[in-house]
Nanobody, 124 residues
Framework: QVQLVESGGGLVQSGGSLKLSCAAS????????MGWFRQAPGKEREFVAA????????YYTGSVKGRFTISRDNAKNTVYLQMNSLKPEDTAVYYC?????????????????WGQGTQVTVSS
């Protein structure tokens, strides 16, 4: 089992920045690829970004490329999502997830463990 706890969400103005953190405990964190997803009210859960176990490869959805950066620190069992140039359409609950697959997938069903989510609200 892997337990994931997100933090760092909040209210920010359009154009601002936030950095989300996801702390993992349980099984060896470095075994897992990690992903960030988000879900806005009335919408399906959407892939945002993913990173391999080593941090050597990353994958982003098109709408956040160049604005968001995913990273990880295996010594701290933590994955991060730096979000810059935030837009109102980025408003959602953000979830981190762990996958035991060696391939980075944008599909929720490929991830084995999920955090409880953290709210990000971007005002216009």
């Amino acid at each position: 089992q892997v337990q994931l706890v997100e933090s760092g969400g909040g209210l920010v103005q359009s154009g601002g920045s936030l950095k989300l953190s996801c702390a993992a405990s349980g099984r060896t964190f470095s075994w897992y690829a990690m992903g960030w997803f988000r879900q806005a009210p009335g919408k399906e859960r959407e892939f945002v970004a993913a990173i391999t176990w080593s941090g050597g490869s990353t994958y982003y959805t098109g709408s956040v490329k160049g604005r968001f950066t995913i990273s990880r620190d295996n010594a701290k069992n933590t994955v991060y999502l730096q979000m810059n140039s935030l837009k109102p359409e980025d408003t959602a609950v953000y979830y981190c997830a762990a996958s035991d697959s060696g391939t980075l997938y944008p599909f929720p069903h490929r991830y084995n463990y999920w955090g409880q989510g953290t709210q990000v609200t971007v005002s216009s």
